[in-house]
Each structure stands twice: as C-alpha cells, then as structure tokens.
C-alpha cells in the first residue's frame, strides 16, 4: 500500500509589509525605493536593501503594472549589441538605473535608419516607461515627437525638445584634436577615413580633421579622404582603396577605433608598419586599443559615463523631478604608440 504523500511545508514569499517592517521604516517609503519615485535619506535606502536581500524579496512586477500603468522597464535602442562601443553605454546605463527599480530593454538598431524607426516604435508599443538612444541616425523630429508620449534622452547630438535630454561631447574638437596631434609630428599628408555621413558625430569628426589642416595651412587632398562605415571592415576596404589609388600618405586619422582595426590589418597584409610606415590615430578609446601591440592612440571619450547621465535623466523626469547636472569630462589624446614622426622622404 502506497504510504499517504506528506504535505511539504513552504514559507510564504516576503511582502512589501515585511520589508517596512524589518528595515524600520514605513510601508510608502519602501514602495518610494521600488518605483524610484523619489528622493529618499541614504541611511534609510540602505536600511531597506538590506532587508530586501535578507528576505530575498522579489517584488510583483505584473501587478505593479497593473496598478500603476508602469511596466518599470527604460527602453535602450542602440545600434550593435556586439559593438564594445555600445557595449559600453548599455553598461553606464545599467550602473545608472541600479537600484532604481527599473530595468533596461535592449534593442538593436543595425545601423539602419528605417529599422531603429521601427525598433522604437517597438518598444513604445511594449510600454517601456522611458527610452535611451545611443546614438543612430533618426532625425530630431521623429525623436521630439516619440517625447510626446514618454521621457526620452539621446546620445551623439544635441538636441532641444521637450521631454528631450541630450548628451553629446565636442565631436569637431575631438577630429581636430586628433589631427592636430599629426601635423605636429610633422605630417602633412594625412588620410581620413570617415564614419558614416547620415550620423553626426562622423560628420562633426571630419569637420575637425577638415579645421585642423586650415588652422596649420595644410592643402586639402580630397582623394585622401574615403568613407568608411564605423565598422573594421570598412576600415579595412578603405585603406586597401587608399594603398590602392597611390596618393601619398604618411598617417591615417580613423573616425573610430574599430575602423583603425581594420585599417591596421589592411596595412599590414599590405607590408606597412604602424607606426614605423604609417601613423594611426582612433576614436572612442575603445579597452581593447590598450592591449593590442603597439597600443592604440586614440580620442577618449566615456561613452559609460555618458550612459550613466542618460539614464539619471530619465529617472530623474520619471519621479517628476529635475535631470540632475551632468559635467561629462572633456575629450582628450590618448597618447600611446601608433603614431610617431614621418619618415623622412
């Protein structure tokens, strides 16, 4: 005979009640710490995450939904989820909703201006609570009017519209700035490989490789200038179209680091030594530039943190309350070894 099955006892989830109670303070200031509605004193948000993690509270999600019309999700539209560029952002976006309650939903973009169109309007349709851009190329009005329905802050521009919170560092000083650092090695015929033209952050780089060659009075090659897509592969076929043409160049200014990766193995399957042959200077300061050999001069610009800013922001206007400032470090030189002297003709 079949012994009769014995009830297995279960505790039962902890409660919100639970964690007020244990943490010593009241029910509202808890739900406040969830939803990131509000400022609440730092010793009492400890005092709640510590019971939160002693209880291994888990909070409903759906009927909070349900109850609030908030699905506590901050959309994130980016471009590549393999980039280490983007890759970046989504982790200072990440850092920046810590503990707020909301979590991000990341979609691709593919580089494609109808296909981030249609990803944003993706997530709106999912009721994200907010959005975050990285960047892309979808046109301002097509931004301010998504803002009508939802708190959005975007990357790589700036942009002035309600609901609008941009962020976006001096692209023409960071061209110029990388540029100016050849011709004062003593190059003067410097290639650029530039970025995708519908982007403004290219169009801003190459700007600044332009004003570089004005303020030092240096002729304009245009045959020296090809475009590239922002990918190594582009950077790869427009140095090969540029050792294929035969104008002569002593250093390349790549309109970002993943392009001078592929620049660099185009010239070395072409014999070209950098920096002995050929100077390479980047754009992002990307971590892996630092490890390969020789190490990669490049312009740092904190894509992390600047994530980090995009998503106070949006919190910030998610509680009703003003974005906090936001003082994103200038851009600068890395200076390390790809790039030196021109050999003397």
Partial sequence: ??????????????????????????????????????????????????????????????????????????????????????????????????????????????????????????????????????????????????????PIAITGRQMRAPNVWSFHFDQVEGGRIATRHLISLGHKHIAHIAGPMEHPDAVERKEGYLKAHREA???????????????????????????????????????????????????????HEVPQDVSLVGFDDLPQCLYMTPPVTTIHQSIQEMGFAAARAVLAALAGQPAPEAELPPLRLSLRGTTKPPQAA
């Avoid at 709106?124 to 939802?150: F, N, T, Y």
């Avoid at 897509?229 to 076929?237: D, H, P, Q, T, V």
């Avoid at 090969?240 to 070395?268: K, M, P, S, V």
């Fill in 1 to 150: 005979m079949t012994p009769p099955t014995k009830a297995i006892a279960t505790t039962a989830p902890a409660t919100v009640t639970d964690v007020a109670k244990l943490a010593g303070v009241s029910v509202s200031t808890v739900s406040r710490i969830l939803n990131g509605s509000a400022r609440v004193a730092a010793d009492k948000r400890e005092a709640v995450e510590a019971a939160i993690q002693k209880l291994q509270f888990r909070p409903n999600l759906s009927a909070r939904s349900l109850r609030s019309g908030s699905t506590a999700t901050v959309g994130v539209l980016t471009q590549d989820l393999q980039s280490p560029y983007f890759t970046g952002g989504t982790k200072g976006i990440e850092e920046g909703l810590a503990g707020s309650g909301y979590a991000p939903l990341l979609v691709p973009g593919h580089w494609n201006p109808e296909e981030e169109f249609d990803r944003a309007r993706l997530l709106m349709a999912r009721k994200v609570d907010a959005m975050i851009i990285l960047g892309g190329s979808l046109q301002d009005a097509q931004v301010a009017e998504m803002a009508r329905q939802l």
């Fill in 217 to 271: 009075g240096l002729p304009i090659d245009p045959r020296l200038i090809v475009q590239g897509n922002y990918l190594e592969e582009g950077g790869f076929e427009a140095t090969r179209e540029l050792l294929t043409q035969g104008t002569r160049f002593t250093a390349i200014f790549c309109a970002n680091d993943q392009t001078l990766w592929g620049a660099r193995l185009a010239l070395h399957q072409q014999g």
